[in-house]
């Protein structure tokens, strides 16, 4: 590999470089975790690459009802903030669990969106939660729900002067990430589940991961929790469903058929988890039986 | 097409000029042009922790990390944690409890326990487990790594 590096330092003049390159010729960077295997295999062999890391985009911002994080900030930073683990339990476990500490300290939100994966182990969390990310490019800034930011798999919607700039999400919601992977660190997960209860709208949030094309959410299987409190049988169902909707692909990680039950097992498991977490935010419920 | 720069990187703590083209690996640097061959290149896909190293004090993977972007930061590898004199209480420790075999994963280990350490001194056996969780060993089994990292901790931790 070989190209030349630039470094931007405010948005409106990346996205000028970005807009005065031929596709193809130019690659963002951002923790490189993905692109410098990329560049590494020679996939992609760009003349240019440009490296975000100049850009004001490293931040965690809460406010009464968001947090907004900055689409460069290292998922180590997000990982370290206690609030984050409190408040967003289904985020902090995702981004746990992705790589390892190492690679955490490198990688970001921004290349995971932007390398738009169908095994990633956020977006399936970012569905549930019903991320909203900020984009910038040559028409301006847009906003878009993170289900229309993602196409098919490793598609996204992004134009190719556009750049992610962060990611609104709720300030809390219990919500729950769990996955099956044969090694428990490094791997790929088989599939992946997220949960979580939002107070308007329909309640219950389900995607899934690891699934064709693309992370998805299950709203047919949403559809079976219409309360708050679930009854057992309403959450096999919901399970039952995710299950029956869902495409897979058998590989070498795992067959088609044991992709669908490890979905029906963990959805189930991750709405009891969301339900356990409920009711630990809600102390009063608690008192009172 | 892409032109050589000097680097003006920090490694060890001493100051150090590096001609390198842009696209040079932060880990393919350190052994090949500074000969600082105690970072380990196991699998170069970021999956093994062999070459671990500490940007500003945090495990980073170097076989993923552009050299130009350690610029401005402090780079420590395992030849520079050992005083002129003496081991690391961690690396002393991983030879007190035979934690270390063929040796070829013990730097990238020795760095993420010296890191934990220092950020957790009385560091849980959990959090000793998540800190080397991204590093392999083929041969101790991992047990002796535990114990040598727990033995690190100042005296009296439980
Ligand atoms: C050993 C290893 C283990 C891994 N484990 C996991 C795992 O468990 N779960 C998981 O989900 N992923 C995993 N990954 C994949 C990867 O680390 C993540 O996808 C990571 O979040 C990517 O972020 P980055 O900043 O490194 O992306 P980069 O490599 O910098 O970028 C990735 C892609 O996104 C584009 N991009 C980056 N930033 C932006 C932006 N702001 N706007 C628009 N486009 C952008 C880039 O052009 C590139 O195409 C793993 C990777 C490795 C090497
Ligand atoms: S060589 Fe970098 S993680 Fe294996
Ligand atoms: S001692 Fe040989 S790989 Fe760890």
Redesign the interface.
Known sequence: ?????VHPSTPAEAVRLLSGSATGDIAV?SG??DL??D??NARLAP?R?L?L?KLPWRYLRWSADSLVIGSTTPL?AVENDGEVRRRLPGLWEAIRDV?????R??ATLGGNLGRGSPASDLIPILLALDARVRVVGPGGVRELPVDLLLQGSRRTTLGPAELIESVTLPASAPSTYLWQRVQ???DISQVGVATAFVPQGPHWRIALGGVQPRARRMSEAEGVLPSARPSHFEVELAAQEAARRAEFVSDKRATESYRRRLVAVLVRRAIQTTLERMSKATPSRKAKR | ???QRVLRLSINGQPVEVPS???R?LLDLLREDLNLTGTKRGC????C?CC?VL?DG????SC???A??AEGKAITTIEGVASATELHRVQKSFVEHGATQCGFCTPGFVL?AVALLRDHPHASRAEVV??I???LCRCTGYSKIIEAILAARPAGTA
């Not at chain 2, 945090?58 to 993977?61: A, N």
């Open positions: 590999m070989s190209f030349q590096l960077l490189g975790t410098l295997l560049l590494d003349k690459v490296s890391r180590r790589g390892s500490p190492a690679l300290s490198r428990p660190v490094n | 097409m892409s032109t083209p842009p696209e690996i170069d896909l970021g999956t922790g671990t940007l945090r495990p980073t993977l993923l990390t552009l130009v972007l993420s998540d800190a969780s991204g590093n």
